[in-house]
């Protein structure tokens, strides 16, 4: 296999060098997996500016009811409902998953592990070009007559079945085919990953010698393969019953609604951690370097991640506890949500572990690394009330549900790319970022979070539910105090998005004027650093790199350098 990544790779060199190729076949139809990796983190960066606009649209609608809204207008129910449900299947599906799994998978895999290129280049591009069709499909959803989908983005029916009850005849069926055709992209491309990992890695390099992130990606592309099936069924049968009149969902027909339930949330809960492993891959590398500490527990953080994905397969009901599941099955989900702490402590501990003793070094990726942990923290305790069945019936549905979810998410989406951004960025582009005003993005970026997320705690805890459009229309749930944290969360949001903005011009400055980067300009000792920045197509040149030992030997005794590079033979000092 190796030697087919090797063999394709030789032949589009040769091309390389034969004639000048055009703007389009490099950047549009390239085979080569940075260009691949460059284009969903374009992409996936581009429906972040989207899905995060709709949250800026329904935040101020929800502080400012019934009042225009900047470049939006007056936000209608409809147009809540629909806001909602794409913002969050936007960042799931559409920034989630193609920045931290595809992108990052793309870029980092062949050159992490020492090879030119992916074992099977045109089925990665493929994969592309599949999510980007998906991602125009559902654009052009958001303008058809009746407007996008806003049956939420877990689509329960009969709501999401019958377009009397949503009043989207032709948002709801484009929003499940663009699901359905991001799912086949993601499937493409974890083929891709696992292969490319298990065939082609340099000389030597045994499996412990795997990077982290590395690992945590080819484990996420298993679990999302794993999960997805059901989910890929249901949504057939879901875009029968909304256009062709069947009633797999329909109890009037013979269906059962919570079936789909089942479906969603069997696929819905790996999906979190088929997100959270990249970052947290993400946050071990850069947590290893800027302390210039080996890694506390490579093993045991493997075999977690490993055991979190098994046991991901058996939690999914914990959605399910007021729908009428049975009262004993609950005992069994609560009893498998409550023990999945267990690996995903283990990991943390072992992050914290591994920053004791060292020599920390506060850059800008090491910041929102370490702000990755403090918050994913929050994100993963307040999840242990909503795993607890007795707990949930109170908190299901709540804003403290959504403030739950947010402080695992966003760790994961927001900070997580944000740490990869401003780590890899050198090696991207071979130039750095500006460090000072990277740092006052990330303090303008989690402050705010916090300001955003944290009264959503106290909202939900006093049982304010989410997904309501106009808190007017249920006096009892309407109480002034109640509005004064609606406006703090919001006022924090416009806070956190004005932040944003030194992020977008010190990335856009930096890709032409920035300081231009060595090969390994963090000292680091994966296999990445040893390509040029940035790397040349087939990454390595004429010969690739052999690998003598694991990725994380910093600090070594005896040694006058506080790094060792994987591929540096034992004789050098
Ligand atoms: C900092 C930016 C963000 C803000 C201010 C924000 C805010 C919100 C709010 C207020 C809601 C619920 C509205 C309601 O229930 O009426 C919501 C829903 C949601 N958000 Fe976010 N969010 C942000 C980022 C993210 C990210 C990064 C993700 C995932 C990667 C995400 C995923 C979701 C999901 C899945 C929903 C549920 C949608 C539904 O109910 O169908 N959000 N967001
Ligand atoms: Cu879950």
């Known amino acids: 296999m190796a030697d087919t990544a090797t063999a394709t790779a030789g032949v589009d060199h040769h091309d390389d060098h034969g004639h000048h190729e055009s703007f389009w076949s490099k950047y549009c139809f390239s085979t080569d997996h940075k260009i691949i990796g460059f284009q969903y983190l374009f992409t996936g960066m581009a429906m972040g500016l989207i899905g995060g606009f709709f949250s800026y649209v329904f935040r101020m609608h929800l502080a400012f009811p019934g009042s225009s809204i900047p470049f939006f207008g007056v936000v209608s129910p409809a147009a809540y409902n629909s806001l909602v449900t794409n913002h969050g299947t936007i960042m799931i599906f559409w920034v989630a998953m193609p920045v931290l799994i595809a992108a990052l998978g793309n870029f980092l895999i062949p050159l992490m592990i020492g090879c030119d290129d992916m074992v099977f280049p045109k089925i990665n591009r493929l994969s592309y070009q599949v999510f980007l069709l998906s991602a125009i499909v559902l654009i052009a959803s958001f303008f058809v007559p009746q407007g996008g989908f806003g049956g939420a983005w877990t689509a329960y029916p009969p709501l999401s079945a019958e377009s009397q009850y949503n009043g989207t005849p032709f948002g709801a069926p484009m929003w499940l085919i663009a699901v359905t055709l991001e799912i086949v992209a993601f499937l493409l491309g974890g083929i891709n990953f696992i292969t490319t990992v298990m065939n082609a890695r340099a000389k030597g390099m045994k499996l412990y010698d795997i990077p982290m992130v590395v690992w945590m990606i080819v484990i996420a592309s298993i679990l999302f393969m794993a999960s997805v099936g059901p989910l890929v069924a249901g949504a057939v049968m879901l875009l029968f019953d909304q256009t062709l009149g069947t009633g797999f969902f329909d109890p009037a027909a013979g269906g059962d609604p919570v079936m789909w339930q089942h479906l969603f949330w069997f696929f819905g809960h790996p999906e979190v951690y088929v997100v959270l492993l990249p970052a947290m891959g993400v946050v071990i590398e850069i947590i290893c370097t800027f302390s210039r500490k080996k890694l506390f527990g490579y093993k045991m953080i493997l075999y977690s991640s490993i055991g979190l ?37 283990i990991m943390l501990f072992a992050m914290i572990g591994t920053l004791w003793g060292g020599s920390i070094r506060f850059t800008t990726p090491m910041l929102f690394a370490l702000s990755f942990i403090a918050e994913f923290l929050i994100g993963g305790v307040t999840g242990i009330w909503l795993g607890s069945s007795g707990t949930d019936i109170y908190l299901h549905d709540t804003y403290f549900v959504l403030a739950h979810f947010h402080y695992t998410f966003v760790p994961i989406a927001i900070i997580g790319t944000f740490s990869a951004i401003y780590y890899w960025f050198p090696k991207m582009f071979g130039r750095h970022m500006n460090e000072f005003w990277g740092k006052i993005h990330f303090w303008g970026t989690v402050i705010p979070f916090n300001g955003i997320f944290l009264p959503l705690f106290v909202l939900g805890a006093a049982g304010q539910h989410r997904r309501i459009a106009g808190y007017t229309a249920y006096p009892d749930l309407y109480t002034e105090n109640f509005q004064d944290l609606r406006v703090f969360a919001t006022g924090s949001l416009i806070v956190l998005i004005l932040f944003q903005i030194p992020f977008f011009v010190n990335f856009v400055v930096s890709l032409v004027r920035g300081r231009k980067a060595e090969a390994n300009p963090w000292k ?37 350098k506080d790094y060792w590079p994987q591929n540096e033979p034992e004789t050098a000092k």
Not at 338 to 344: A, K, N, R
Not at 529 to 557: I, K, M, Q, T
């Open 309 to 345: 994905g098994i046991l991901s397969f058996f939690v999914w009901a914990h959605h399910q506890f007021i729908s009428g599941v049975d009262p004993r099955a609950t005992y069994l989900f609560t009893t498998t949500t409550l023990l999945i702490s267990i690996p995903v402590a």
């Open 524 to 560: 680091a000792n994966t296999l990445e650093w040893v390509a040029p920045s940035p790397p040349p197509h087939g990454n390595f040149g004429d010969n690739l790199p052999e690998v003598y030992r694991g990725p994380y030997e910093f600090s070594v005794e005896g040694r006058e």
